[in-house]
């Protein structure tokens, strides 16, 4: 669990790094920030994005959580995202991805390891 939100909070950081329509999940992962003092991601974390996106189980729902976080992005007065305003306006999708990410944590255990 620790991990799986270690992972969601690098996407969305770096969801919260652009602005984007319909793009590939490189595109998407790539995209700049409407935040002037927002920093552009780093490669790493662009690779990151794109195996979230990518990913079979909960690349859709990971998706649509991003492409909200995206439109909905607003900025504080010091030029950074508003994380909190962004979560909130989202909340919906970040569910989904979520419950997602859950229960495709609870299929991978192994049987009789709770």
């Known amino acids: ?3 799986m939100m270690l992972c969601l909070l690098s996407v969305l950081a770096i969801a919260l790094a652009g ?7 490189a595109d998407l992962c790539n995209t700049k920030s409407k935040c002037e003092k927002e920093e ?7 690779k990151e994005c794109q195996q979230v996106l990518d990913d ?9 959580m991003m492409e909200c976080m995206i439109e ?14 962004a979560m909130s306006a989202c909340a919906d999708p970040f569910a989904k991805y979520m419950e997602c990410m ?4 609870e299929a991978q255990q192994p049987a009789g390891n709770p």
């Open 102 to 105: 859950s229960k495709k944590a």
């Open 19 to 25: 602005a984007a329509c319909k793009k590939s999940s």
């Open 40 to 46: 552009a991601p780093s490669a790493e974390k662009v």
């Open 56 to 64: 079979k189980d909960c690349g859709s729902q990971a998706r649509a």
């Open 72 to 85: 909905k992005e607003t900025c504080t007065p010091e030029g950074k995202t508003d994380n909190e305003a």
């Open 1 to 3: 669990m620790k991990k």
